[in-house]
């Protein structure tokens, strides 16, 4: 049963520190998504690739947050230096391909908290 | 541009009885549309999605949805509640342009079940 893994599943970090989030999408999947979840903004679309490609990354604050691909089978987003207002719930996705009529597929999510 | 609009941040009925979640979107283009669950503490999954074809759609665990586009509406209906269907729901359309395709997420409904 294919899955999208992410790592860690929770993360409580001090103010100013480094965090980076990792995602393994579904193998065969070229389209992968961050999203945020929080109690007041609901899910929030951050960025997402294709081909490893960033297509959109408008959602994500440019100044301390950072999106990548390094391969296929990898996504890591990071964030530096975090803030507590960060605090919340990123999730990855992952789509077989570019329709918009494809599935997406979501991981358990990495639960922040900057303290 | 297009986007969903979600009516009742939370829902409670009876178990045995009627959940009717209700979504109206908007889209200058024939949409995609979409139902996702979320059960606590896990990622979002799939219920059901309209493409193309019959109004009608049936998904997992018993929901189903019916597009109309004289309402604008794409309502989730399942006949009969259980304890385990207690999650959050997301009604999403798809928004497609010449370069990619990202989903649009509504606010979410909390949908609880009473004994």
């Known amino acids: 049963d294919a899955r999208v893994t992410q790592t860690p599943r929770h993360k409580v970090t001090e103010m100013g520190q480094e965090v980076t989030m990792r995602c393994q999408p579904i193998?065969?999947?070229?389209?992968v998504f961050w999203y945020r979840q929080t109690m007041m903004q609901g899910l929030e679309l951050l960025a997402y690739?294709?081909?490893?490609?960033?297509?959109?990354d408008s959602g994500m604050p440019k100044d301390r947050f950072s999106a990548e691909m390094p391969d296929a089978t990898l996504a890591t987003l990071k964030i530096q230096p975090s803030e507590p207002r960060d605090s919340a719930v990123y999730f990855c996705?992952?789509?077989?391909?570019?329709?918009?009529?494809?599935?997406?597929?979501f991981g358990p999510g990495t639960r922040l908290t900057v303290l | 541009a297009q986007s969903v609009t979600q009516l009742g941040s939370h829902v409670s009925v009876s178990e045995g009885a009627l959940v009717l979640l209700r979504c109206n979107y908007s889209?200058?283009?024939?949409?995609?549309l979409f139902w996702y669950v979320q059960y606590p503490n896990q990622g979002l999954q799939l219920l059901l999605k309209y493409t193309t074809g019959a109004t009608l759609v049936k998904g997992i665990n018993g929901f189903e949805a019916e597009f109309k586009k004289s309402e604008t509406s794409f309502h989730l209906t399942k006949p009969s509640a259980h304890m385990s269907d207690a999650a959050e729901y997301f009604c999403?359309?798809?928004?497609?342009?010449?370069?990619?395709?990202?989903?649009?997420f509504g606010s979410g409904t909390r949908l609880s079940i009473r004994p």
């Open positions: 193998l065969g999947h070229n389209t």
């Open positions: 996705a992952s789509q077989r391909g570019p329709s918009g009529t494809d599935t997406q597929y």
């Open positions: 690739f294709r081909n490893r490609a960033p297509l959109d």
């Open positions: 889209s200058s283009v024939p949409p995609y």
């Open positions: 999403a359309v798809s928004e497609i342009n010449s370069s990619a395709s990202k989903i649009i």
